[in-house]
C-alpha cells in the first residue's frame, strides 16, 4: 500500500501532490529568473589540478563552490569555517571586457585577472629559488 491515491487512466495529477514538475524547456529558456553561472568541466578541472596540488603541499585543507546569478565562486581555505585564503571567480559579464576569470585573495585585492582560466591560474605557480649554502 501507498500512500498515494491510485490513478486511473486518464486523470490528472495535480502539482501539490506530485514530487515532479515539468516544466516546459522553452519557457524555461525564457524566464526571467535565469539559471546561476556555472563552472564547466574543463573549468573545474584546472581548478581542482592547482587545488589537488596545494593540499599535497599542506597550504589548502578545504574548499567550497557557490554558483550565483551573477557569478561563480570557487573558493579555498585554510581551515574550515575561516575566510577564505583565495577565491577564483567567474564573471561572465567581464568577459568582454577585463576578462572573466580572476583571483582574489583575503583581503579582497585581485591579484590577477584574464580572459583564459589557465593564464589566471598561473598566480599559484611558486617561482623555484637557488639558496646558497
Known amino acids: 500500500m501507498t500512500d498515494q491515491p491510485d490513478l486511473r487512466h486518464g486523470d490528472a495529477r495535480s502539482a501539490s501532490s506530485s ?15 535565469p539559471p546561476p553561472v556555472t563552472f564547466h568541466r574543463r573549468e573545474l578541472d584546472a581548478i581542482l589540478w592547482i587545488y589537488g ?9 578545504d574548499y567550497a563552490i557557490g554558483h550565483l546569478k551573477e557569478k561563480a565562486v570557487f573558493a579555498v581555505f585554510k581551515r574550515s569555517g ?5 577565491r577564483i571567480e567567474k564573471d561572465p559579464r567581464l568577459a568582454a571586457k577585463q576578462g572573466a576569470y580572476c583571483v582574489i585573495n583575503a583581503n579582497g585585492m585581485i591579484l590577477k585577472r584574464g580572459h583564459d582560466l589557465q593564464q589566471v591560474l598561473k598566480v599559484f605557480n611558486k617561482v623555484l629559488k637557488l639558496v646558497e649554502t
Open 53 to 61: 596540488r596545494m593540499v599535497g603541499e599542506g597550504e589548502w585543507k
Open 82 to 86: 575561516e575566510t577564505p585564503l583565495f
Open 19 to 33: 514530487s515532479s514538475v515539468v516544466v516546459d524547456l522553452k519557457e524555461y529558456k525564457q524566464s526571467k529568473d
